[in-house]
C-alpha cells in the first residue's frame, strides 16, 4: 500500500472551499488506489495573522518541513490590506523559504467550453513557465522614503542570470521534450534585466536547436496571446509578467477558476506547493460558488509530481475535463452548481472512469 503526506494550508476568502473540493476528491483516489495518506493542516496568510499575527509563522513553517508536498488554496482580503505585513508577502516568504523557482501554469481550451472564450480559437493548450523568486516581488531595497514635501516608493527588479538560466533551461526542456515551440516574453526594449534574460535564452538557444524559438515584449505578447492565443505552447517569462499573463490565460479559457499550478524547484518527485492561479474571490467567498476546478487540477499536479503518481494524475485530469465539458457547472461558467455539487460531480466521473479501466 502506497503511503503519502500532505499538508494543507486553506487560506482566506474561497481558499477553505476550494482545497475542501480537492481534498473530497483525493479521499476518493486514496480509496480506489488503496493509498494511504495522512493530511496535516497548518495557517497562511490572513487567517495566519489571525492566529499568530504573522502571515507565514514559525509554526507553519515546521510543518512544511516535515512535508512531502503542500497544497495551498489562495491568501488575501480587504480585512488585511492595511496590515504591516499582508497575507500576500506570507505567500511569497514561503515560495522562497521552499526554494520554488519554478511556476508552471498550464491553460486548455477544454472542448464544450468554446462559447466562454471571447476568442474565436477553439484550439488553445499552452502552459506558462513563470519565474517564482526573483525580480520585482523580491529585490532589496523596497518601501517608502519620506522626501521634504513628497514621498519616493521603491521596488527593485533584481536577478541573478543564475535564477533566469534555470528557469528558462526548465522551460527550453520541456519544449523539445513535448515538441512543442517557446516563446520567451521580456521587455528587453526598456529593462537591462529584461536584455540580460534575452541574452541567456539566445545563449540556451545553442543547446536547443530543435526548439523553434521566438522572442516578444511583454506588451505585444500580451496583445497576441488575444489574437493569436494558438500560437503560445510554451511560453517563459519572469516573475511579474508571467503573474499578469496567467491570469490573461485563465479569461481566454473562459475563467480564471479553470487555472491549476505546480511552483517547483526543477526536480520531479520532490516537494512542490500546488495553488490555483486565482486569489482568494473575497466577492464570491463563503457563497459555495467558488469554482474548485483549479485546486482540483492542483491536486493532480501534486499526485503527479511530488508523488509520482502518474495515472492518477491523469484520472483526476480527464474527470475534470469529462465534469466540465459535459455539466454540471459552476455560476462563472454559466451553469448553476455549487462547488460542492461540482465537486460530487467530478468524484462520481472519477469514480466511473476508474471501475472503467478495471474492466478493460
Ligand atoms: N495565490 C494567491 O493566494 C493569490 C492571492 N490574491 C489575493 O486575492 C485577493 C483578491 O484578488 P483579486 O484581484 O480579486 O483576484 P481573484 O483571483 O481573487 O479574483 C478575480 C476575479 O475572478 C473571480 N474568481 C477567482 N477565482 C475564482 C473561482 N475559483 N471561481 C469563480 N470565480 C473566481 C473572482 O470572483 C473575481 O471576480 C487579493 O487580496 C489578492 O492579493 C490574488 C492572486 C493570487
Ligand atoms: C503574491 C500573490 C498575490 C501573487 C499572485 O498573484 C500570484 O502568484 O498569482
Ligand atoms: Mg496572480
Same mark, same amino acid.
Given at each position: ?9 486553506? @487560506? ?32 497562511? @496568510? ?65 472542448? @464544450? ?190 499526485? @503527479? ?56
Amino acid at each position: 500500500m502506497a503511503s503519502h503526506q500532505l499538508l494543507v494550508l486553506a @487560506g482566506d476568502g474561497i481558499g477553505p472551499e476550494v482545497t475542501e473540493s480537492a481534498l473530497k476528491i483525493l479521499e476518493i483516489m486514496a480509496k480506489l488506489e488503496d493509498w494511504q495518506v495522512e493530511v496535516d493542516h497548518a495557517a497562511i @496568510g490572513g487567517a495566519a495573522i489571525d492566529q499568530y499575527g504573522d502571515p507565514f509563522p514559525e509554526a507553519t513553517q515546521q510543518a512544511i518541513d516535515r512535508s512531502s508536498a503542500v497544497l495551498l488554496g489562495a491568501v488575501g482580503g480587504p480585512k488585511w490590506d492595511n496590515a504591516p505585513r499582508r497575507p500576500e508577502a506570507g505567500l511569497l516568504d514561503m515560495r522562497q523559504y521552499m526554494g520554488l523557482w519554478a511556476n508552471l501554469r498550464p491553460f486548455e481550451m477544454i472542448p @464544450g467550453l468554446e462559447h466562454l472564450s471571447p476568442l474565436r480559437h477553439p484550439v488553445m493548450n499552452g502552459i506558462i513557465f513563470r519565474e517564482l523568486t526573483g525580480g520585482l516581488y523580491f529585490g532589496q531595497p523596497r518601501g517608502r522614503r519620506f522626501l521634504p514635501g513628497d514621498l519616493e516608493v521603491i521596488d527593485t527588479l533584481q536577478y541573478r542570470k543564475s535564477e533566469m538560466t534555470r528557469i528558462i533551461q526548465l522551460a527550453f526542456q520541456y519544449a523539445k521534450d513535448h515538441g512543442l515551440t517557446l516563446t520567451s516574453v521580456d521587455k528587453a526594449n526598456v529593462l537591462e534585466s529584461s536584455r540580460v534574460w534575452r541574452e541567456v535564452t539566445e545563449e540556451l538557444a545553442r543547446q536547443y536547436p530543435d526548439v523553434p524559438l521566438s522572442h516578444r515584449y511583454v506588451d505585444a505578447a500580451a496583445m497576441d496571446m488575444v489574437l493569436n492565443p494558438q500560437n503560445y505552447q510554451v511560453v517563459v517569462t519572469e516573475n511579474l509578467f508571467g503573474d499578469i499573463l496567467s491570469d490573461l490565460a485563465g479569461g481566454l479559457v473562459g475563467s480564471l477558476g479553470l487555472l491549476g499550478s505546480l511552483s517547483v524547484a526543477g526536480t520531479p518527485g520532490t516537494r512542490g506547493l500546488f495553488e490555483p492561479v486565482h486569489g482568494s474571490a473575497p466577492d464570491i467567498a463563503g457563497q459555495n460558488r467558488a469554482n474548485p476546478t483549479g485546486a482540483i487540477l492542483s491536486l493532480a499536479f501534486l499526485v @503527479g509530481w511530488s508523488w509520482q503518481e502518474h495515472d492518477a494524475e491523469h484520472l483526476i485530469r480527464e474527470a475534470v475535463t469529462q465534469t466540465l465539458s459535459e455539466g454540471p457547472r459552476t455560476v462563472d461558467l454559466g451553469g448553476q452548481a455549487t462547488t460542492q455539487e461540482f465537486t460530487e460531480a467530478v468524484g462520481n466521473r472519477l469514480k466511473d472512469i476508474w471501475q472503467r479501466r478495471r474492466q478493460q
